[in-house]
């Protein structure tokens, strides 16, 4: 008997580029195609055009906040534009630096939803047996 896989257990590479590369799971790439459409074309930038081929120093705050907490024992990361997040973790993938997006959120108050970074860090803690060659 096999078992059904949950999307957020079905990992592809989004986007790739020379020091880097970002990971979605299916359940958080089909919620970033419902942000509006703006927020995506510049959250989709920053990943490919900074985080991608940059090092992660020289990417704005604004864009992309390295500190979103530690959440069982995995410190969260927001891509960001306006409202709308893109949660996940930084790990590797070969040795390669890798962002694993876990979730998307929008948010509504100043604070993220402890539960969207909490969510994150758990779904980030699968990528080690999902994804070969993955650490975080």
């Known amino acids: ?3 059904a896989r949950a999307d957020d257990d079905v990992w592809e590479m989004f986007c790739d ?3 880097a590369s970002i990971w979605m799971n299916k359940q958080c790439l089909a919620a970033f195609l419902t942000l ?3 927020d995506q074309a510049k959250i989709q930038a920053t990943m490919e055009k900074m985080y991608c081929t940059m090092e992660n120093v020289s990417i704005p705050p604004k864009k992309l906040n390295f500190d979103e907490g530690r959440h069982d024992g995995l410190q969260v ?3 960001k534009e ?3 997040r893109v949660y996940g973790v930084q790990g590797s993938i ?3 630096r890798t962002f694993f997006a876990t979730n998307v959120a929008v948010k509504k108050t100043q604070k993220a939803d402890p539960g969207d ?3 994150a860090s758990r ?3 699968k990528v080690n047996r999902l994804v070969v060659g993955a650490r975080v």
């Open 1 to 3: 008997m096999s078992e």
């Open 17 to 19: 580029g020379p020091v």
């Open 36 to 38: 509006p459409l703006r």
């Open 77 to 79: 990361w927001a891509f």
């Open 82 to 84: 306006k409202q709308s």
């Open 94 to 96: 070969n040795a390669k």
């Open 117 to 119: 970074l909490s969510k």
């Open 123 to 125: 779904l980030a803690q």
